[in-house]
């Protein structure tokens, strides 16, 4: 993030905006289950939203600066791990839920924003949740926040496609101001039984 998206996502603004909007919308109606992953806490602001749902959480962040300061000011229960989204350091099958808010469009190309999705995929449980917001992109503040950072945004009307190719089943898309949530399932492996 460069300094002034850092200011933003630091700010009570936003963490305002967060536990009163955003997550309240990101996440309606989604069952998030016992072990919670969030990719992409940035500063925070989206897990201590999360914390306080109970359960296990986990947290995924690339920059060791914010890393540092998550564990020093989520409480201890919270796992925070230093690791890439593409690359993740958990097994396969371990949690009920993957979540990420407002993070997709940060990662550099598309191909490794679907390593990403293929991750989430790896690590959740069979019939365990993916889901999510993310920016449309397209507002002016929002690109002038981007200057010389990460910006490649992803197309609500394509991601349903990506989320299928990435192994997940009834992928849900929806716009809503200058953001869309999204929300798919692992799907429980077919049991066939054979006969005679
Ligand atoms: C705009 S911030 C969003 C932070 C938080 N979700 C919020 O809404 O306040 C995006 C975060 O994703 C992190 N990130 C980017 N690429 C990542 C990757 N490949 N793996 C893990 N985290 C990543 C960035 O370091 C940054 O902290």
């Known amino acids: 993030m460069n300094r002034a998206h850092a ?3 630091s700010s009570g603004w936003w963490a305002r905006t967060v536990e009163r909007e955003l997550l309240p919308w990101g996440l309606a109606g989604v069952e998030l289950g016992d072990d919670v992953l969030e990719i992409g806490p940035g500063f925070g ?3 201590r939203v999360l914390t306080r749902r109970g359960g296990r959480l986990s947290v995924l962040e690339l920059e060791p600066g914010y890393c540092e300061q998550l564990r020093r000011l989520l409480p201890e229960s919270v796992n925070v791990e230093r690791g890439d989204a ?5 097994a396969d099958g371990r949690f009920s839920a ?11 190309s598309p191909e490794l924003q679907d390593r990403l999705l293929a991750e989430a ?12 917001t993310d920016s449309l992109g397209t507002g002016r503040v929002f690109r002038l926040l981007h200057i010389r950072d990460t910006l490649v945004p992803v197309s609500p009307d394509g991601l349903p496609e990506r989320l299928e190719g990435a192994g997940f089943a ?16 692992k799907p429980a492996p ?3 039984f054979a006969s005679g």
């Not at 593409?86 to 958990?90: G, I, L």
């Not at 993957?98 to 550099?108: A, K």
């Not at 009834?170 to 399932?185: E, K, T, Y």
């Open 7 to 9: 200011l933003i996502c």
């Open 45 to 47: 602001a989206t897990t």
């Open 86 to 90: 593409t690359q993740m350091p958990f």
């Open 98 to 108: 993957v979540v990420c808010f407002t993070m997709l469009h940060h990662l550099p």
């Open 121 to 132: 995929a790896r690590v959740l449980r069979d019939g365990g949740v993916f889901a999510g």
């Open 170 to 185: 009834d992928p849900r898309v929806q716009r809503g101001g200058r953001s869309f949530r999204f929300r798919a399932r």
């Open 190 to 192: 077919c049991v066939s």
